[in-house]
């Protein structure tokens, strides 16, 4: 899709001077042929639904409203279109113009969780490093949708250079390929300011585009990160490097950080219901609800929207698997989380009765807002592993004493009816 839309821009460009003694005096007519003619170019049935006009002096210019581009089910829509090229670079052939502006106003594409609300290139050359800065708004759902409530705009500022090298598979085809430099990224998640300094490429595969239409199956590429303070869901970090990579299909993704907060409020529940359950003396009692922690490590990859993830947060180990649709965004992930024997130096200690034990884990919404955390509910099937380490007859005693003695005030309300129908189960 970036292929022909760069390769639309400019032969807008090119029909124009074409048919321009023709057409000088009939914009309608400059309109339809414009049209139909990028429609057979591009591959996209193209229509310029709105205003067109145009420059000779001092510098050839061409401003468009309303143009529609649509192939099957990728539909996108540009408000305004804005070119601008010297006359000296006339005399050159197209693949070699310099394009003194480029602006794209409000692009809209179907599906998509994102707007570009503006994108402009100055001095525009195939195959040159060329500045750019673009804005993002991110939406409620797929496009058509309204702008997320409370989302700070996604602003990119930075050098990528664009070329269009021939197929060596498809004769008479071009690949798209693109690199990025020097590129910053800049927004705000409530009031937490958010930066990024990112490097990367992309490359179409040489002929997978005749028999593909997944992005993922079409293109390569590596984007490295360094993000300034972040926050996601319940977890924040001041600095992190990320890196996602896309092959053969898969896009795999590495974050790591050091010295962040995260919520625990979930797991300090579950620990104390475990350990209620079990009569064990509660070693999150004194656990604060947000915990510092040293060093966070997550691995995560996307197939055929198949997710595999594996985090480690110091003695924290968790592993997922699930979905996350392309259409919507919407994640839903089950897996465990296990807690290892801590360090001198790590806050979260348990019994040795419960380390190493999978607590279930779960993260369900959306990949923008996600909600993860232990599934404090499940906290009642741990208790048959809990019999299985100690002794059946052993954990039932403590069980049972547990769950006569104080039920009321050890026990979240979500999870009394549970414990009445386990006492019960054991008194048979």
Known sequence: MIKRIFITLILILVVLVAGLGYYLSDKETLKEELSAQLSIASGYQVEILGD???????????????????????????SKLRVGLSLSELTKSPEKWRLDDLILDEVRIKDAGFRVQEFAMQGFALGQATPFQAQMLMLQAGEPSEVREGAAPVNLSGTLTYALPDSKVVPGATLSDLMIAQTTVNTRLGEIPVAADCTGWLKEIDGAAVSQTDTLNIYNGQMDCTSAQFSVSSLSWPESEVSLAVKDGRLSTTLQAANGSVNIQKLKETVTSISALAGKENPAANWPNVMQYQRLLVNASLQDEQVVADANLDNLDVAMRGTLAQADSVLNLKGTLTVQRATADQLIRLDPLFTDLPLPFYCRGTAAEPDCGPDTSAAMSIVGELAKREGKRVIQEKVQESLLDGIEEKLPEALKEKAEQLLNLFKQ
């Open 52 to 78: 067109l006009n145009w420059q000779v002096l001092p510098k050839l210019g061409l401003a468009a409203v309303n143009i529609k581009l649509r192939d099957g089910e990728t539909q996108i829509h540009v």
